[in-house]
Each structure stands twice: as structure tokens, then as C-alpha cells.
């Protein structure tokens, strides 16, 4: 739960930064370990890599938010960077205090102590790492977060070393999406593992080698790299690729987006594009930065059943707030069930810090006749800023009567990764029904620090989910 703005400004009223302040950074990793353990601090670790949008939003914009300036003065904080901003021996133009030698050296360091590279050694940046003065994981986080989400970070992370830490949680704080509680992010629970960041030239390169045409799968491995970039020649490139028709294919079983017969087979003419759009837009949930959010809304009015789909869930794990009035017009016009169950939950997650969407998010789940609908709207509760209504009615919902609903309520207790919710919980994994008990037992494990994946299974069942959601569960359900 959030603290008011007294609270924070007593907590933190000796920490905050003077105007243009940064995180200050140490220059040895051998040096920021022993430091974090004589003085029992939390150990903060920050992945940066050049050329790529959220690698420098990150950089110019989070890193120097006076909010999480001043909660990093309480921990010891270290860059890895393989860049070079500035010349030899002269400081480093890109993160003040110390030179592009040192945060290079303690990218690899960090690289061989810390993350978690995929099998071709790349490793996921952004990222960033919390760890305890024994070196211990705390909790990690891949991908571009906000300045709110990293300051989440920070004061969860410091109360999990020491439970008895009562600094306050910012207002506006929220958790990321992906965190990893109680341990690093692993790729290889990821689609593509720790995909890089293109150069200008590669990707000018990559577009160019799709144009002349590939084979499948290189063409399928070529647009989830393209659609990682959110630099203006990727953005043009998917732009015109969801603009144009296509031709009718055969997916192989592989394809994350599903095997057998395209959308189209069996006409001769293909199928308007509709399956090489459908591929584009799950690939863009699953990789794509926020940016994209203009591309996905577009086929929210979609005649076809799978594209408004696949749309509705790419911006569900886009979080883009932007897309929000998009939504809440489609949802109004929406006559399927099927497809109005994501178009909810896509609206809770990207209008989760809007107080008029958690309230009508709130009261479809307590009002929706489709079951559908409702049962997915209870699962969006877990999507939303948790402030107090969100919170009463997520322990509504547990005290149903219907036990399907009592189930969905613990997913979504599950997703809110709020430690408060295990005492209640408890009692509910010796439940007589095993979808409740099931549900209970493994919101349990998230709220204990288990993987997210764990809730794939019971959301995909009880929800009847059509799509894969690999940014929010990762590769596989489990």
C-alpha cells in the first residue's frame, strides 16, 4: 500500500538529491561487493547497453529522477556498460563519476557474476539487479522500466534484506510486470532469449534481407529482432508490413504463435495478410517496447476474431497507458465474449494507474452477466495499481461463493505480488475443489517468490485463453 507525500517526505527527507543529481556510481565491482557486505547494504546492479531506445531512456531519464536519486543513496549501485562514451582515462560522458574503462570492466564482471546470459553469451539489457550484502538475489527485473517501477525496486528489495526496514513506498511506485522475486531473470524462459539491441546498419540490414525474402523461420527470427527496435526505421518497416496483404501459409508446429493451417489455407488467393498480421502482433507482445501501441490499436476493430485478439494481448503486455481510450472504444462495440474477456484484461493493464479505469474494471467484476467477461475482469484486478478498493475487491471475490471465481481472485492476489495476501490464501490450498486449491497453491508460490509462469496454466484454463502470453509467463506454459 502507498504512504501519502508526508510520509515519503519523512522518510526520505534527508536523501533527496540536490537538482540535476544521479545515482552515484561505483567504479570496482570487487570493491561495490565488499562495500554492500561491511556495511550490510543492498547492492544494486544497473545493465545498460548503446544504441537502442530503452537502453537510453533509462539512461538520461530514469537514472536521474530525483526519486530514485534519493532511494539509491541508500544502496550501493554499480553500471555495466560495454559502451564507450568518452576518451580514454576522461570521464564517461553517459553516467557520471566514473570512465568508460571502469563500467566496461564491470559489465564483464558483472556479466560473469551476476545476469544470466543466453547460450550465445548475450545478455538482456535493460536489467536490473537487486542483490543482499551476502550476495544473495533479491530480485531482478529485464527489460525498460519506469522511474515508478525501479523505485519499487529499490524499497521492496531493501525490506526483503531486512524485514525490519520501514522505509516508505513512494506514491506512484509500481511493480514492474516481469519482476523476478528472490532470484535473476533467466532468457532462456524467454522467446528469443536475451535479444540485442540492433545497430543503425544492422537493422538496415535485417530489413533489407527480409525484403529480398527468407525462409520462414529466418523470416519469423528476423521481425521478432526488428520488432524489439523502437527506432523510426523499425517502427516504418512494421507499419507498412501490417499495412500490406499477404499470401496464405503453412505454420510449422514451432511457431510460437501456433502450428498447422494458416487462417487462409485452401484459398488461392491468400488471406489478406491476416496470418502474417496475426504473427507480427503476437510477436509484438511479446518483444515490442511500448512504442508500438499506435500499430496494435489499429486492429481493435478488426472483422476478424484472432487479429482484435492478438491485439488485445499485445497491448496487455505492452502497458501502454496511451492506448487506453482506444480500448475503452473497442471494448464498448466488442460483441464476443471471447474477445472482450482480453480487451479487458488489455485495458486494466495499460490504464492500471487511472482511477476511473481500476473503477470500472472493478465494476465489471462485480456486475459483467457474461461469466466469460467477468471471470476475466476479476483476473484484471491483479493487472491494476493495487490501492485500496482494488484491494477489497480481490478479497470480495475470494469470499464467493463460486469457487471458480475464488480461484481467479487468488490469480489475481497471485499477480499483485503483495506478500499481505498469503495469510488468506493459505487456507484456501486445502480447498475441497481443486481449481481453487490448485489457483491457491500456486499463487502461494508467486507470492513466495515463485516464477510467474506457474499462474500460465490455471489463467490459460479457467480464462479459456487463445493466446500465449510469453512476455507476462514466458516460452511455455508450465
Not at 202 to 221: C, D, N, T, Y
Amino acid at each position: 500500500m502507498h504512504t501519502s507525500h508526508a510520509a515519503l517526505a519523512l522518510a526520505l527527507t534527508t536523501l533527496l538529491p540536490a537538482p540535476g543529481a544521479q545515482i552515484v556510481w561505483q567504479t570496482s565491482y570487487d570493491a561495490a561487493v565488499k562495500l554492500a557486505q561491511d556495511e550490510k547494504k543492498v547492492l544494486f546492479v544497473a545493465v545498460n547497453m548503446d544504441g537502442e531506445g530503452a537502453n537510453d531512456r533509462m539512461a538520461k531519464n530514469v537514472y536521474d529522477d530525483k526519486g530514485v536519486t534519493a532511494l539509491s543513496a541508500l544502496t550501493v549501485n554499480l553500471i555495466a556498460s560495454p559502451g564507450q562514451h568518452g576518451s580514454d582515462g576522461k570521464s564517461c560522458m553517459r553516467f557520471d563519476g566514473l570512465t568508460c574503462a571502469e563500467h566496461q570492466t564491470v559489465e564483464k564482471a558483472v556479466r560473469a557474476n551476476v545476469v544470466k546470459p543466453d547460450p550465445s553469451g548475450n545478455v538482456v539489457a535493460p536489467q536490473h539487479v537487486f542483490v543482499d550484502g551476502a550476495g544473495q538475489p533479491l530480485l531482478s527485473v529485464p527489460f525498460e522500466i519506469s522511474s515508478g517501477e525501479l523505485e519499487w525496486c529499490f524499497v521492496t528489495a531493501m525490506r526483503r534484506a531486512d524485514p525490519t526496514n520501514k522505509i516508505a513506498m513512494p506514491q506512484g511506485a509500481r511493480m514492474p510486470r516481469m519482476v523476478v522475486l528472490g532470484g535473476i531473470y533467466d532468457p532462456m524462459g524467454a522467446v528469443g532469449g536475451a535479444i540485442q539491441p540492433l545497430t543503425k546498419a544492422e537493422l538496415a540490414e535485417l530489413i533489407k534481407s527480409v525484403k529480398k525474402g527468407l525462409e520462414f523461420e529466418e523470416r519469423q527470427a528476423a521481425f521478432w529482432r526488428i520488432l524489439h527496435s523502437d527506432s523510426p526505421d523499425a517502427f516504418a518497416f512494421i507499419k507498412a508490413e501490417l499495412r500490406s496483404s499477404g499470401t496464405a501459409e503453412k505454420r510449422p508446429s514451432s511457431d510460437p504463435t501456433g502450428g498447422g493451417a494458416s487462417v487462409g489455407a485452401g484459398n488461392p488467393l491468400g488471406d489478406g495478410g491476416k496470418e502474417k498480421h496475426a504473427r507480427i502482433l503476437h510477436a509484438m507482445g511479446a518483444v515490442s517496447p511500448p512504442a508500438y501501441w499506435e500499430l496494435a490499436v489499429e486492429f481493435l476493430d478488426s472483422n476478424d476474431d484472432l487479429l482484435r485478439l492478438e491485439a488485445a494481448v499485445a497491448l496487455e503486455q505492452m502497458v501502454a497507458p496511451q492506448a487506453v481510450k482506444a480500448l475503452e472504444k473497442a471494448l464498448n462495440k466488442e460483441k464476443k465474449p471471447e474477445v472482450e474477456k482480453d480487451m479487458v484484461r488489455a485495458l486494466a493493464a495499460c490504464g492500471g494507474n487511472d482511477p476511473k479505469v481500476r473503477a470500472a474494471i472493478i465494476k465489471r467484476s462485480r456486475t459483467e452477466k457474461d461469466e466469460l467477461v467477468r471471470i476475466s475482469s476479476i483476473l484484471a484486478l491483479g493487472l491494476m495499481e493495487p490501492d485500496a478498493d482494488v484491494r477489497a475487491c480481490i478479497g470480495e471475490h475470494l469470499g464467493d461463493k463460486d469457487e471458480t471465481r475464488q480461484a481467479v481472485a487468488a490469480l489475481a492476489a497471485a499477480l499483485t505480488r503483495d506478500e499481505s495476501w498469503i495469510p488468506v490464501l493459505e487456507p484456501l490450498k486445502n480447498a475441497p475443489k481443486f481449481v481453487l486449491s490448485d489457483a491457491a497453491t500456486r499463487a502461494l508460490e508467486i507470492l513466495r517468490g515463485g516464477p510467474l509462469k506457474r499462474l500460465e496454466m490455471p489463467v490459460w484454463t479457467i480464462c479459456k485463453d487463445q493466446v500465449l502470453r510469453e512476455k507476462t509467463f514466458g516460452k511455455a506454459q508450465n
